[in-house]
């Protein structure tokens, strides 16, 4: 395993996995005790969307693994129109790192990723961290044609990251506040920076998100048969994957637990990054049985 | 304001505090930089119902001050009706103390009186954590004649604080062990016990709930004009007030995180004492102007 000297997604190199004729873009920094943490990336997100103040804080106790899906970025590859197809990229990934068991931060699709990895292969996932996602079965998943997203999406002011902090923040002054710092923190890496994702890639993610919403049998059947210890973190008012998904999840998942933010939308995790990573590496650091911490 | 030499509710003694006629009874012990925590009882419960394991780590940081309502244990008078009844008995007796701010723990019922108190007299309180409980104009609240919890109130076999290991946990084993040594900590006080309820406090207190789940105008109007910082802990598997509850609750209430335990019932707190007290004490001890810590 190769390890980069710097600890900061502002400065780590992007390097390329060579594995079955895929290459896969990925950063790799930090150093501790803990089992590597895989991050899983959102919707048309690269490398360069994590959030150092989310990554770096979490660096210290443990490797932090940024994952490009195939078709993101510098990845190889068509971009998958399931989740299940994406999550195959994950655990071939995976297999080329010889990482044998991680944890997983899973954001919004990375966390359906999560989901799926963790039950295509349960031994490869020891703790979960699900933020702003939906299991297998959920409602309004990701819907960009509706009025209160579209209308962000479609204004030609909201130009690159800008749109982030429409549709990832509640419409509070303090929460568009935390938003604008969070765009800010983006844009501190200044280097080797990731191609942002085209239309092609919207088009196959929103089919994903599509398929997700399927279920067949037993609603949430799925998440039932995870006994993996969950954290399930959530913004009270998600308008792109709503919070009663979080419910859904973490009720059904047999061992989560659920922290749910106030004034705060999918982005919960950029908008209290040092909550948020003082929880999740609390989180990570348990033995305890139950996900409690 | 007099302080406890101990530091444990299994050795403070019982105080009484005669305020305008009436007498309370109460505890009072620990010490600290935070503020004073009061803590508000269950249906019920008396003083002798709250959990060493969850007071005293608390206790460690601040003074508790656990308080008996009109009508419970030691305390006189006749127990109110409604919810607006008992919140008078409690900020009365903190104007006896003198206490002119303080954090408030509710727990149930008491987390009804907590939002109440918040209402009339918002300066008193600081900061709130408001364990399985509900928002007025909230559903299905402590209706003990549900075949799910009749049946283990009527068995005959559930004498005693034996029916709590039954209604304050969820079915399964570790929830039922955790219940077990909850029931055990709470007869680890030998002497200068509270006498426990009788049937009329149950009577008033039940018709106190059947008040608190109507509402006009808007539903949680109340709450969403409470600006205080509240963290909101509920159970998933709670059948006394089902966790939709706090989600409401902490949906509508401005400034609120929710932390929701897995395995657990109405009694999480007394089932995670480690988690919940470190979480809890976290929240106290934080300034930050949103309820995140």
């Not at 000297?5 to 400065?11: L, V």
């Not at 970025?73 to 044998?100: C, I, Q, Y």
């Not at 996932?125 to 299991?135: D, F, K, Q, S």
């Not at 419409?171 to 938003?179: D, E, K, L, N, R």
Request: net charge negative.
């Amino acid at each position: 395993m190769s390890s980069t000297a710097t600890a900061s997604n502002t400065t780590a190199p992007t390097q390329i996995l060579q594995v079955s004729g895929h290459s896969y873009a990925y950063r790799r920094f930090g150093n501790g005790s803990g089992l590597p943490l895989l991050c899983l990336q959102h919707f048309t997100g690269t490398l360069d969307n994590w959030d150092p103040a989310v990554t770096d804080p979490l660096a210290s106790g443990r490797e932090v693994i940024l994952f490009e899906n195939a078709g993101i970025g510098r990845s190889s590859g068509d971009v998958p129109e399931t989740v299940a197809g994406m999550t195959k990229h994950a655990l071939a990934f995976l297999d080329g790192l010889s990482l044998a068991e991680c944890d997983v931060l899973g954001f919004s699709l990375g966390g359906m990723i999560a989901q799926q990895a963790a039950q295509d292969r349960p031994s490869i996932v020891h703790r979960m961290i699900l933020v702003g996602t939906a299991p297998r079965g959920g409602e309004d998943i990701m819907h960009l044609e509706k009025p209160s997203l579209a209308k962000h999406l479609q204004d030609p002011q909201n130009r690159g990251y800008a749109v982030l902090q429409k549709i990832f923040f509640a419409p509070t002054a303090t929460s568009q506040a935390a938003g604008g710092a969070f765009i800010s923190r983006l844009m501190q890496r200044q280097d080797d920076r990731e191609p942002p994702s085209g239309p092609n890639v919207a088009k196959a993610q929103t089919a994903a998100f599509r398929e997700w919403e399927h279920f067949s049998g037993e609603r949430f059947a799925d998440v039932k048969g995870l006994r993996h210890p969950t954290l399930v973190v959530q913004g009270f008012h998600d308008e792109m994957i709503p919070v009663r998904n979080s419910y859904w999840l973490a009720e059904n998942l047999p061992n989560a637990a659920l922290l749910a933010y106030p004034d705060a939308g999918h982005g919960s995790l950029f908008q209290y990054p040092e909550s948020f990573t003082r929880q999740a590496a609390a989180f990570l650091s348990s033995d305890s049985e139950p996900a409690v911490f």
